[in-house]
């Protein structure tokens, strides 16, 4: 792999991140895309604005959530698309100060940087609430009957004017940001409404990143955009490949929610087990990418006790085994079949996902391992090498290629979400 560019370095390192999706939505506790789904009208929606109450959000308590999952940087939704703002925004009265007299970024960032965390801003592009932005394919009143006569008094110079003037304020306001995570760019027209998306002229994308670029040179940027920036942003599916374009290797992150919701949603259920998410962790690293795991605070504001159970499951296997993730990306070498590879250096961790019996064969790395231990507990793994010439009796295996490994692994899998071998390697191996 290619060095990181320097603004990616910390990134890449950091390789699980924590996302906070929180708004209005919140309240509504259906999906973030409640507005959308159904249909609501900006005017009507603003009744969640009236009954905001988000007196349990504790800006602390969520860093310290962050910190036991062991996530190493934190994005907060300052707005999504339902265009409500969690600061202090001087361009609209649509904000959390004006609802419940809380710049809630502010609190966020401060909590986030107190307990060491990096600092995301996840922003949308879409507005389904400001009245200068065209109704597009996503907007809720897309099936309106007057479409046409409603856009005719939308003026996109004007909203245009407003994104650009909240960005400025948001990565001005706040001291340094590590991560802006635009959202989203789609100019299709989509055969349901008849309606176009929108593309980067849309938000004058370029012009946008160059605003990102002047006002925080060492940030991060995603490429939802529309146009390409620092990383790839695969949403709600694992790449089963290391990410590239053009054959240009790309620093990517998969975002990924508990349970298909990133807002809160109180009666989805179909949540995924920290076993699955630690995987889906080591899936990313073992293919050179990140992943970014969602949680929707309460309409109050506090990480339902569900998620926090998941969270801290993930950040007790990570306690064990951090150092194959963190600083670890891929390795050249071919793990066997239910494993996979994480690398640092001159260690290899093998990621045993379906737990086998006794034996586990290694292709090439008969000669490269000075020594083989379990991760969680530091204990030994003997290691043998099959002579390739013998022949299977009774009780003597055979038939592995020359250079195989082979480790004797206990008979019990020890009870962490995904045991791991650390394989230490010899010089130059
Ligand atoms: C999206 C969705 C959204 C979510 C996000 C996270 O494209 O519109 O609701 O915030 O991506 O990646």
Redesign the pocket.
């Known amino acids: 792999m290619p060095a990181p560019a320097p603004r990616l370095e910390w990134f890449t390192d950091a390789r699980f991140g924590m996302?906070v999706?929180f708004g209005l939505y919140s309240v509504a506790a259906r999906h973030?895309?409640v507005m959308n789904y159904e249909q609501i009208d900006p005017a009507a929606y603003r009744r969640y604005a009236e009954v905001f109450d988000p007196d349990l959000f504790d800006a602390d308590a969520l860093a310290r959530t962050a910190v036991a999952a062991r996530a190493r940087y934190v994005v907060l939704?300052a707005k999504?698309?339902e265009g409500f703002c969690l600061w202090d925004s001087a361009l609209t009265d649509h904000t959390s100060v004006t609802a419940c007299g809380r710049d809630l970024v502010r609190e966020f960032v401060d909590a986030m940087r107190a307990h060491g965390l990096g600092v995301g801003l996840?922003f949308?592009l879409l507005d389904w609430d400001h009245p200068d932005y065209t109704i597009d394919r996503h907007h809720p009143l897309r099936h309106a009957p007057d479409v046409a006569e409603r856009n005719a008094g939308r003026d996109m110079d004007r909203y245009r004017a407003y994104l650009h003037g909240q960005v400025r304020e948001l990565l001005t306001g706040y001291g340094p940001v590590e991560y802006v995570?635009f959202?989203?760019t789609e100019p299709g027209v989509d055969p349901d409404s008849g309606l176009p998306g929108k593309g980067p002229a849309d938000w004058d994308a370029e012009a946008l990143l160059a605003t990102v670029r002047e006002l925080q040179p060492t940030a991060v940027v995603n490429d939802?955009l529309g146009i390409p920036a620092d990383l790839v942003?695969p949403?709600q599916y694992q790449p089963d490949r290391p990410l590239e374009a053009g054959g240009v290797p790309q620093a990517w992150e998969a975002?990924q929610t508990v349970n298909g919701s990133?807002?809160y949603h109180r009666d989805n259920l179909e949540a995924k087990s920290p076993e699955l998410l630690v995987r889906m962790l080591v899936g990313s690293v073992a293919l050179g990418g990140n992943m970014l795991l969602?949680v929707g605070p309460t309409g109050r504001g506090e990480v339902a006790p569900r998620d926090r159970a998941l969270l801290e499951g993930i950040g007790r296997w990570l306690g064990h085994h951090g150092r194959a993730v963190y600083g670890a990306g891929p390795a050249e070498d071919e793990p066997p079949a239910n494993c996979l590879y994480t690398r640092r250096g001159d260690r290899l961790y093998l990621h045993v996902l379906v737990w086998p019996f006794g034996q586990l064969h290694l292709p090439g790395l008969a000669g490269r391992v000075r020594f083989a231990r379990l991760l969680h507990d530091g204990s030994e793994v003997a290691t043998t090498v099959i002579d390739p010439r013998q022949t299977a009796l009774t009780m003597q295996p055979a038939g592995q290629p020359a250079g195989t490994l082979t480790l004797r692994l206990p008979t019990v899998r020890p009870d962490v979400a995904v045991p791991v071998v650390e394989l230490l390697l010899t010089e130059g191996a």
Do not use: A, K, L
């Open positions: 996302f999706h973030e895309w939704t999504h698309h996840y949308s995570f959202d989203f939802r942003t949403e975002c990133w807002g969602n």
